[in-house]
Every structure is written in structure tokens, then in C-alpha cells.
């Protein structure tokens, strides 16, 4: 016999006492079967099948033998597996629900890797670089800085590598009828080399390309540009490339999977500061101290922690104010973390992936929950095993180790599984993003280490969510009373249950606060699908081209823009056309202006600012913007006229207070403008936030090379497209108009980061219903099949179905409740985190937590229906056996 | 795991019995396991049949508590064998619990005994 083998081989061990004192036993049991005339096999085997299960035994003798740790960890593991295999379903339930939670979480860790702690793939350092962003006078959010402070505060540093220009700039290429833009970046020239990126070809830029005004029209081209419009070119350097109508040599060939510095967008090219001019209407700033333009980083010195950075940017920045009082007074500079970024996409989407975060914490704990539920009642069926085990002398402690080991292997085998599930949804978050003007935004998750280490963490952390209470209860067992044989009733059953029971209501709650959220985000969304932002959405349709890019003067562009609104105008089925500098919700923001207002003294440290937008004559009719008061502009009012602005009903309220303001006046940037009318309200913006102070201008007065195209027409944007090209190029074949859209459709991509919410707390939501449910229905079949007995008892003494399914039924909608009610007060107490997202509704809007109500009793009822049936038919035969 | 199915003649052991059988077997005389065990089903007559898996828990809760103590031994076929002796403590013992059953069993019986038998 192997097992007497074994025992005696591990009797040099400690602790052997028990297992020869057994050994004996079984050995005498076998003698006394063999003098009654039993032949041996009988004998042995008999006497073994009385002294209970070898297996155990040899389980319990392995435990006893005291051998090295890794040993046991392996003899663990093994056994583990062994019971692992040995209930496949159970095992398969688990994992499935650990990898739901844990991928849950390694998909949005994922996220924030890539897109707010390590947003630059193919970057050296990612640690050590820091956002630079200027301040003023205090005042909270950040600003651009000016090329001469920037050169400054880097001349005066000493904690830092490099300072690097960042700043992002578009281009247009036309070929055919389709205007093609092109994002890049224009940066200082010590860019490729700070950030470690070596050009697969070329180089980068030279030191002296960062300055004078358009002195070095040189570029280097993503390598997708590379591959995609040159073909892989092997001889593409010394080739030109025209942007913005000035021709740039190609020195270089970024390497692949460099995406360059903005979160969001894959740069297609790099230009030096120096073609600053070439990109931007506004002119030549390189040596304006004023004009604050630049958005960039700083790389620390190795160990140079980033508040060290920042006394010494501080002193620095307080030199430059005393330096030059007129231009730099107030001016501060403040160094961030990348996450924390000021003026890429990680802003728009770290709320949203600080909600994804919590919601996959939540989806986990349910998991977690289901999992120590679904471990429970397999500790129930396991009962005699370790009951046994214990009989048997195995410590308690090696008992729980063995059952932590048997969790761990769950977990391991979910955290693999979630991971991979996580490394397939990486790039899942750009399918919310549509590509504004062609240009994919690319949200990608990334996968180094950290987020391996997360999710290991995750999924060992999990473990002792799930594990404990079941391992506790396993190992609590009360011997004398479960070791005999068919005990139905073991003790510990009604703790058990009541610990079920908790875990059921702790999931439902958690459910219910999930469904309460996804309601809220829905009906957010929904909310602001169908409310108006203050101008037409239907009927309008938006498009733009770029002169700048095509090279035009102001003289050129003017009449340009002349003579193609009068083009559009006679295209059929259009109403009216006009142009603003402007979209609403577009990549062509508003402009924030500082302003003074007759007769409105502001406070000392107040500096009054508004947003403005410049028009053309008609832009209010076209854009279904009423005008309650005064006039539109008209014609007239052009360069050589009296300077004039109609400003937004919120504007009036704060610089007038109720009277009107009609002929009074507005000075911006020098200039005294007298008010010719009011405006109703949009929202240009935000569609959560109140509408800003907004104030219109004639577009002849403040002209702009870019413009957006405003068309009333009942025409779709597909129909009208190729009419427009056709007049466009009737004008000047060179050019052709971006997208065509509604201004419907210009709003929809403003609720991206609500979307991302909805589908978010939408899917983890019916998850974690699903989830409880799953919970739900195994503590009803188990609590069914526990109560056979006292059921069929019940049918026995007359009573009906519908009784015994009452009975059941109210037991598992009692819990449901009970979650409800919980989740509810949590829910009350928490969906306020969630307001800064909510449009129009209340974090405790009645119909959400009502919807949220009826899906919690629906799925709970599924859930109970095939247990409470069968208890209603349960067989009275079962009573009396 | 297969099930076990004691035999109909079999009895099953009382709660808390075991202890009070453990002790009243070892009143005749120190005894190993396997003697207990082959004891207390004799005495019963083969009705009561001892688990291994209950035995050995119970005799190191009594070691535990005092009730008995063991030593290593040889067995009349010299075989090392654990021997189990009672205590004075486990005498004791052994006098209260049997008293306790004692009342227990005539309680029950008085229960279980004809109406008419019971009556004055």
C-alpha cells in the first residue's frame, strides 16, 4: 500500500505522531478483518473504505509532513488544479466572473496609462516631463506662454535638461475636390533630441532652425506619412512638401510608433519655431513678449522632484516680472504633471475615466462578491473532505493557506484572461471619437508594466475579498457534528447562509447603484441630444476652407469670400449663407477677449473678459440666433465705419444690469465699439455649463483668413457637397472645402466624453445585474434544494404550489429589496460625483432610480423563477425519506 | 466522494456521547485507538461503530482537556502503539457525565413508557 509507504517515508519528519498512531490503526483494523477469514484485498480494502477517504488521509499526511515551503506551495498548487478541474463549472463561473472584474479594471488602468500617466508612446522619460503653463495673476486655469518668456526661463534654470515646445498647428493639402487637413506639430528645435526619439531617417532639427521668421522652412513627416502619401520613398529626403503655401524640405522621417506630443492626435509633421508665422494668421511672434502662444514641456534633471522645479521656475518668473512690469506683470508659471496637462485631450477625458475607474471597482466587488458566494457553497459541498482533513490533525491555518491557494489559482488564471481581454479593448475608447475633419483622434490604451503590475495587484487584492469569509467558514467547521456521515444539516449551514445572503444584498446594492448612474448618464445624454443650444441644429450645415493655408492676403480672402457667398446663395435649395470666424464645438474655439464696458467700474482685481465671434451680415438669421433687440449687421459695417459688437443677453446682465444697452459702448483690444443689438443666448462651448458672456462682431472689421461656412438649406450636407465644390472651384480650383455636416452633427461630437459615460456605466451596469442575478439565482437554488425536506413537508400537509412559491419568492425579494433599499441610500448619497456630467438632471432624478428599480425586481425575479418553481414542485416522497 | 450508509442495525451516536464512551471504555484499563474503537462496538453489540475520523479528534480533545494522557507502548502483537490512560480529572468526569445520562435516559423513558404505567 502506497499509503504506508508514504507514511513511513515522512516519519522522520516532526509531527509524524498522528500519522503512525493512524498508520497502526488501519494496519490492526486490516490484522482483525484477515483473522476472521477475510483475504487480504477484502481486508485492506475494506478496512480502508471504514477509515475514510486515502485520499485525504494522504492529503492530510502530506500537510503533516512539515516539508519546505515551496514544496508546499507546488503539493498545493497541484491540488488546487486537481479541485479546480474536478468541478469544472464552478471553476469556469468564477473565472469568468474574476476576468469580468479584473479586466474590467486593467482596461481602464490601461487607459489612464496611456492616456494620462504615459500619453507619449516612443518618449524616453515620460517621468521626468512636466507640462509648462503660464498663470495670471492668480487667478485659476492656465494660459499660453510668449516665445521671449519661455527662451528666458530657460536661460535662467538649472534643474532642467531641456525646454521644449510643444505647439499644435493644422495644415490643409487639396487634392481633387477634397480639402485634406493635416495636424503637426511646431516645436524648438532641441525637440527629437529631449525626448530620445532618433529619426529612422534624416535628423531632427538643427539649434539654429528655432528662430528667424521663416528662415527655415525644414520638416520632419511622420513615418505613416512617410509609408502612406510618399510610399516609403527611400529617397524622400531633400524632397518638399508644401504647407500653408510654403514649401518645406524634408530633413527627416519620424520613427514609427511615434506619435508625437498631444494627447489624442497622431501628428502627420514637425516644423521648427521659426515657421511660426507660416502657421499662425495672427503674424510673427518670436519676439512679442505679449503674445502668449506657446504650449510646451520641461524635462527634469534626473532626481529633481517637480516642486523643486517649481520654486526655481517661480523666483525665475518673478525676475521676468520686475524685468519687463509692462507685459509681465501678474504673470506666473506653473509646472504640472503630464496628466494633468493643460491644453492636449487628457483634460476632456479624465473625468470620464476617473468615472470608468470607480465603475470598474464597483464591477470587481460584485465579481468579488459572487465569486466568495459561488466559494461558499463549494466549501459546503467540500464539507466532508475538510472535515476530514481537520479529523485528521491538519492545522487550521495550512487548511485556509490550501484554500487561499485554490483562490489564488482563480485569480491567477482571471487576471491572464482579464488582461488579454484589456490588451483587446485598448484602443476601444476612440470608437466614441469621431474624426473631427478627417483627423482620427487615437486614444490608445497602453500595456507596460505598471499596468501588469496593477492588475496583478488587482487580482491578488481580489483573492482576499473573495476568499477570506469562505476560507474562515471552511476552517470553522464544527468537527464532532459534520464529521458523521450524512449529517444533512451540518452546523454552520445557517451561518453560511446569512453570510450568503449578505454578500446577495451587497451585490444587489452595488447593481443598483451602477443602474442608477447609467440611468442618469442616459438621460444626461439624451437630455442634451434634444435641447437646444440656442441656434438652429437642423437646416444648418457647416463646412470650412482654409485660405490661410492656400496662401491668401486679407485683400484676396475678402473679395474670395464675397463672391463665394453670393455663389452659395444661388445654389438651389439654399436659404442663406454667411460666414464666422468661429463654430460652435468645433476646433475653431471662440476667442476669449478681456473688455471694458462704459459706466461698469470692476473691482480691483477683477478682469472683465467675454468670448467673441466675428460675422458676416446675416449670421443670425442663418443660424436661427434671435436678435430680441437692436439690429444685425449690415454691409455698412466695414472697415472704415464706426467700429460696432452685439453682445449676448448673458453679457448685458453682467456689464448692465437690465438696462439697455443699445448704443452704449464696449472697448476690446483698444478699440471702443458701439452696441448695435442683443443676441439671444447659445452655448458654443459646453452644453453643460450656462452660456457665456459672448459678444459678435462684424467679420470685416476683425478679418480672418479662417472661416467657417454657415448654410440654412434643407438640402442634406451629402447633396449639397458636391454643388459647393463646384462653385469653390469655380473660384479657384486649388481649393476645396473640409467635411460637410450638419450643425447637429458639429454638437453630437461635443458629447463624446458623455457617450464614453453612457456605454461605460451602461455596460458595466447590466453586468453587475447580471452578475447579481447569477448570485441571486444560486443562493435560491441552493436554498431551495437545503429545503427540500421542509417543502415537500409542506406539500405533504396540504400545502399548495402557490404557497410554497409565496414562500420562496418572498424570501428572495425580501433580499432584493433589501439591497435596493441599500443601494438607494448609497446611490442618494453618491450620484452627485456624477452631477458635473448631468445635463438637466438631478443626481437623484426620480425616473432614473425608478427605471433602476424596475430592471433590480425584473432580473431578480428571472433569477428566483426556475428555483422557486421547482420548489413549488417539490415531491412530498422527499419528506418522509 | 463516496458516501457512507450505515447499516440499518446500526446506531447513531448520540451528540456528545462519544466523549462518556471514550472515558467509560478506558475505566476498564488503558487501551489504544484501534482497542477503544473494537471496545465500544463489542460492548454495543456491534451497534455502535466508532468513526476513525471522530475517534482520534475526540481522544486528543480529551488529552487536551486532561481527561486522559498517552504514552507510546507496545501492543500485545508489539506493535508501537499510542496508549491512553484515564485521569483522575477524566474520573471525575467520567461520574458526572454518567449521572447527567442517567437522568437523561430515565427522563426519556419515562417519556417513551405507556400512559397507563406512569400513572399513580
Known amino acids: ?881 | 466522494m463516496p458516501k457512507k450508509h450505515p447499516p440499518a442495525s446500526r446506531i447513531e451516536l448520540l451528540q456528545g456521547t462519544l466523549d462518556m464512551l471514550i472515558l467509560q471504555t478506558l475505566a476498564w484499563g488503558p487501551r489504544y485507538g484501534f482497542g477503544i474503537a473494537q471496545m465500544i462496538r463489542a460492548s454495543s453489540r456491534n451497534a455502535l461503530q466508532v468513526d476513525t475520523g471522530s475517534l482520534y479528534p475526540a481522544l486528543h480533545r480529551l488529552e487536551r482537556q486532561g481527561a486522559i494522557n498517552a504514552e507510546w507502548g507496545t501492543s500485545e502483537n508489539n506493535q508501537r502503539v499510542r496508549i491512553y490512560r484515564l485521569t483522575a480529572a477524566g474520573r471525575r468526569r467520567l461520574s458526572t457525565e454518567r449521572s447527567k445520562w442517567q437522568q437523561l435516559a430515565d427522563a426519556i423513558a419515562g417519556v417513551m413508557a405507556p400512559l397507563a404505567e406512569n400513572e399513580p
Not at chain 1, 519661455?150 to 515646445?165: G, K, N, P, Q, Y
Not at chain 1, 450645415?541 to 484676396?556: E, H, K, P, Q
Not at chain 1, 438669421?621 to 448673458?650: C, K, N, Q, Y
Request: glycine share 8%.
Open chain 1, 1 to 881: 500500500m502506497n499509503l504506508a509507504r508514504f507514511l513511513r517515508l515522512n516519519r522522520a519528519h516532526g509531527d509524524e505522531e498522528l500519522s503512525e498512531e493512524l498508520n497502526t490503526h488501519l494496519r490492526m483494523a486490516i490484522d482483525e478483518r484477515i483473522a476472521r477469514g477475510e483475504s487480504p484485498d477484502a481486508a485492506t480494502a475494506h478496512a480502508h473504505r471504514e477509515f475514510g477517504n486515502v485520499g485525504h488521509v494522504q492529503e492530510v499526511a502530506r500537510e503533516m509532513s512539515g516539508s519546505l515551503w515551496l514544496e508546499r506551495l507546488t503539493q498545493d498548487a497541484r491540488f488546487g488544479l486537481r479541485m479546480l478541474r474536478r468541478a469544472p463549472g464552478f471553476s469556469v463561473v468564477a473565472i469568468l466572473c474574476l476576468t469580468l472584474g479584473i479586466g474590467a479594471n486593467a482596461v481602464v488602468g490601461g487607459w489612464m496609462e496611456g492616456i494620462l500617466f504615459r500619453p507619449y508612446p516612443g518618449v524616453a522619460n515620460q517621468q521626468r516631463l512636466v507640462t509648462v503653463a503660464g498663470t495670471q495673476n492668480g487667478a485659476p486655469g492656465f494660459r499660453d506662454l510668449s516665445w521671449p518668456d519661455f527662451v528666458d526661463l530657460e536661460r535662467e534654470s538649472t534643474l532642467f535638461d531641456a525646454f521644449i515646445v510643444s505647439k499644435i498647428i493644422g495644415t490643409t493639402l487639396t487634392s481633387g475636390d477634397r480639402a485634406e487637413r493635416l495636424v503637426g506639430l511646431m516645436v524648438s528645435p532641441s525637440y527629437f533630441q529631449a525626448l530620445g526619439v532618433r529619426p529612422v531617417l534624416g535628423r531632427g532639427f538643427a539649434p539654429d532652425e528655432g528662430t528667424g521668421r521663416n528662415a527655415h522652412p525644414v520638416t520632419v513627416i511622420s513615418y505613416r506619412e512617410w509609408k502612406d502619401r510618399f510610399h516609403g520613398d527611400p529617397a524622400i529626403l531633400g524632397k518638399t512638401q508644401r504647407y500653408n503655401n510654403v514649401s518645406h524640405v524634408i530633413v527627416g522621417v519620424a520613427p514609427e510608433g511615434f506619435l508625437g506630443t498631444f494627447v489624442g492626435y497622431s501628428m502627420q509633421f514637425w516644423v521648427p519655431t521659426s515657421m511660426q508665422a507660416a502657421f499662425d494668421p495672427g503674424g510673427y511672434k518670436l519676439e512679442d513678449r505679449g503674445a502668449q502662444w506657446i504650449e510646451g514641456f520641461a524635462l527634469l534633471k534626473r532626481g529633481v522632484t517637480i516642486d523643486q522645479a517649481q520654486a526655481e521656475m517661480s523666483a525665475a518668473a518673478r525676475r521676468l516680472e520686475s524685468a519687463y512690469p509692462d507685459v509681465d506683470r501678474g504673470r506666473g508659471v506653473r509646472l504640472l504633471p503630464l496628466w494633468r496637462g493643460t491644453f492636449d485631450n487628457a483634460q476632456n477625458l479624465l473625468p470620464t475615466l476617473r468615472i470608468g475607474f470607480g465603475v470598474a471597482v464597483f464591477v470587481l466587488l460584485i465579481a468579488c462578491a459572487n465569486v466568495a458566494n459561488l466559494l461558499l457553497v463549494r466549501s459546503f459541498v467540500r464539507r466532508h473532505e475538510i472535515t476530514v482533513r481537520l479529523a485528521l490533525g491538519a492545522r487550521r491555518l495550512r487548511l485556509m493557506r490550501q484554500l487561499f491557494t485554490e483562490a489564488m489559482l482563480l485569480s491567477m488564471i482571471a487576471t491572464a484572461c482579464g488582461v488579454l481581454l484589456a490588451y483587446w479593448l485598448r484602443n476601444a475608447l476612440t470608437l466614441f471619437f469621431p474624426a473631427p475633419g478627417g483627423i482620427t483622434y487615437t486614444f490608445h490604451g497602453d500595456f507596460d508594466w505598471r499596468v501588469w503590475l496593477l492588475s496583478a495587484a488587482i487580482g491578488i487584492s481580489s483573492v482576499i475579498f473573495f476568499a477570506a469569509v469562505p476560507a474562515m467558514q471552511s476552517s470553522r467547521v464544527d468537527l464532532s457534528a459534520a464529521l458523521k456521515a450524512d449529517s444533512r444539516a451540518a452546523s454552520g449551514t445557517r451561518d453560511r447562509s446569512r453570510l450568503r445572503n449578505v454578500l446577495v444584498v451587497f451585490q444587489m446594492a452595488l447593481s443598483f447603484v451602477l443602474l442608477v448612474s447609467a440611468g442618469l448618464v442616459f438621460e444626461s445624454l439624451q437630455g442634451m441630444r434634444s435641447a437646444s443650444p440656442g441656434f438652429s441644429t437642423h437646416e444648418v450645415v457647416t463646412t470650412s476652407i482654409n485660405l490661410f493655408a492656400a496662401g491668401y492676403d486679407s485683400a484676396r480672402a475678402k473679395t474670395f469670400d464675397e463672391r463665394l457667398l453670393q455663389r452659395i446663395r444661388s445654389i438651389g435649395g439654399v436659404d442663406t449663407a454667411s460666414l464666422a470666424s468661429s463654430t460652435p464645438f468645433s476646433n475653431r474655439p471662440y476667442g476669449d477677449s478681456p473688455l471694458a464696458v462704459d459706466g461698469f467700474v470692476p473691482k480691483s482685481d477683477e478682469q472683465p473678459t467675454a468670448s467673441y465671434n466675428a460675422v458676416t451680415p446675416g449670421y443670425f438669421a442663418t443660424m436661427g440666433i434671435g436678435l430680441p433687440s437692436g439690429r444685425d449687421f449690415t454691409t455698412a459695417d466695414d472697415e472704415s465705419s464706426e467700429p460696432v459688437a452685439i453682445v449676448s443677453e448673458t453679457l448685458v446682465s453682467q456689464f448692465w444690469r437690465g438696462d439697455n444697452p443699445i448704443g452704449k459702448r464696449l472697448r476690446v483690444q483698444g478699440r471702443w465699439r458701439r452696441i448695435v443689438g442683443i443676441a439671444k443666448n447659445i452655448k458654443f462651448e459646453s452644453l453643460l455649463d450656462a452660456p457665456k458672456a459672448l459678444f459678435y462682431i462684424p467679420l470685416r472689421q476683425n478679418f480672418s483668413t479662417q472661416v467657417g461656412i454657415f448654410i440654412r438649406t434643407s438640402k442634406p450636407p451629402d447633396a449639397l457637397r458636391s454643388s459647393l465644390t463646384r462653385e469653390i472651384h469655380a473660384l479657384d480650383p486649388r481649393l476645396a472645402p473640409y467635411e460637410v455636416i450638419t450643425m447637429r452633427e458639429q454638437v453630437e461630437r461635443a458629447t463624446s466624453a458623455q457617450r464614453v459615460a453612457v456605454a461605460l456605466l451602461g455596460l458595466f451596469g447590466v453586468l453587475a445585474v447580471l452578475l447579481a442575478s447569477v448570485g441571486l439565482y444560486g443562493m435560491m437554488a441552493y436554498a431551495v434544494s437545503q429545503r427540500r425536506r421542509e417543502l415537500g413537508l409542506r406539500t405533504a400537509l396540504g400545502a399548495a404550489p402557490s404557497t410554497l412559491l409565496r414562500l420562496v419568492l418572498s424570501d428572495a425579494l425580501g433580499l432584493t429589496a433589501l439591497g435596493i433599499l441599500l443601494g438607494g441610500v448609497v446611490a442618494v448619497a453618491s450620484t452627485r460625483l456624477l452631477a458635473y456630467m448631468l445635463y438637466n438632471v438631478s443626481p437623484r432624478d426620480p425616473r432614473a432610480f425608478v427605471a433602476a428599480l424596475v430592471v433590480m425586481i425584473l432580473s431578480a425575479l428571472g433569477a428566483c423563477l426556475l428555483p422557486a418553481w421547482r420548489a413549488a414542485r417539490t415531491d412530498p416522497i422527499t419528506a418522509l425519506r
